[in-house]
């Protein structure tokens, strides 16, 4: 199956989901993540604002916007920009998601751990986004832990990596962590 019929099979599979389900998914998701060591030892945590049909991010990053560093993706072109999560300083940008607002990107380098959402995940930590490669661009330039989030229905068998592919470490669904890859820490 090609990552576009990926894309068509997951985008169905989740819109089954109802409200509750979802919520409910996202607690056991987050609290997995806040389990897990590498969170716990991490100052700076890159996460993403999540979109309505994505694991929702907006209770968790309320939850700790004041105990660790979390940083948001920006579109800039086809790259992302790093900034700091502030909630009051947001904005709609690019594709309707919520970015920060401000001049005071980081390096993806300084990050210590990454949440990355995506389309779908197989075992392997192999990932199908959303088809634009901007979290493939930004993850090939960090040797941070890369930590995949997703509902259960978004595991798939198998996915065709590309080579300009980058997997994760550690899959995180409702129902179980995968870990994938070792850290390169």
Same mark, same amino acid.
């Given at each position: 199956?090609?990552?576009?019929?990926?894309?068509?099979?997951?985008?169905?599979?989740?819109?089954?989901?109802?409200?509750?389900?979802?919520?409910?998914?996202?607690?056991?998701?987050?609290?997995?993540?806040?389990?897990?060591?590498?969170?716990?030892?991490?100052?700076?945590?890159?996460?993403?604002?999540?979109?309505?049909?994505?694991?929702?991010?907006?209770?968790?990053?309320?939850?700790?916007?004041?105990?660790?560093? +979390?940083?948001?993706?920006?579109?800039?072109?086809?790259?992302?920009?790093?900034?700091?999560?502030?909630?009051?300083?947001?904005?709609?940008?690019?594709?309707?998601?919520?970015?920060?607002?401000?001049?005071?990107?980081?390096?993806?380098?300084?990050?210590?751990?990454?949440?990355?959402?995506?389309?779908?995940?197989?075992?392997?930590?192999?990932?199908?986004?959303?088809?634009?490669?901007?979290?493939?661009?930004? +993850?090939?330039?960090?040797?941070? +832990?890369?930590?995949?989030?997703?509902?259960?229905?978004?595991?798939?068998?198998?996915?065709?990596?590309?080579?300009?592919?980058?997997?994760?470490?550690?899959?995180?669904?409702?129902?179980?962590?995968?870990?994938?890859?070792?850290?390169?820490?």
């Amino acid at each position: 199956m090609d990552k576009n019929e990926i894309r068509r099979k997951i985008r169905a599979r989740k819109s089954m989901l109802t409200h509750a389900e979802m919520l409910s998914a996202a607690a056991n998701v987050w609290q997995q993540l806040e389990e897990l060591a590498a969170f716990m030892m991490a100052d700076n945590v890159l996460m993403y604002h999540s979109l309505p049909d994505e694991l929702c991010t907006h209770e968790f990053l309320d939850k700790w916007h004041e105990r660790k560093h +979390l940083f948001l993706p920006r579109v800039n072109g086809v790259n992302l920009d790093i900034l700091p999560y502030h909630r009051t300083r947001t904005h709609l940008g690019a594709f309707r998601i919520e970015e920060p607002d401000g001049d005071d990107t980081t390096d993806v380098g300084q990050m210590e751990l990454i949440v990355v959402p995506a389309m779908a995940y197989d075992r392997k930590g192999n990932r199908v986004g959303r088809g634009k490669g901007y979290y493939d661009r930004l +993850l090939s330039g960090t040797k941070a +832990l890369k930590v995949g989030v997703a509902y259960d229905c978004q595991l798939v068998d198998e996915i065709t990596a590309e080579a300009t592919d980058v997997p994760v470490d550690i899959v995180i669904t409702e129902s179980r962590t995968y870990i994938v890859h070792k850290s390169k820490k």
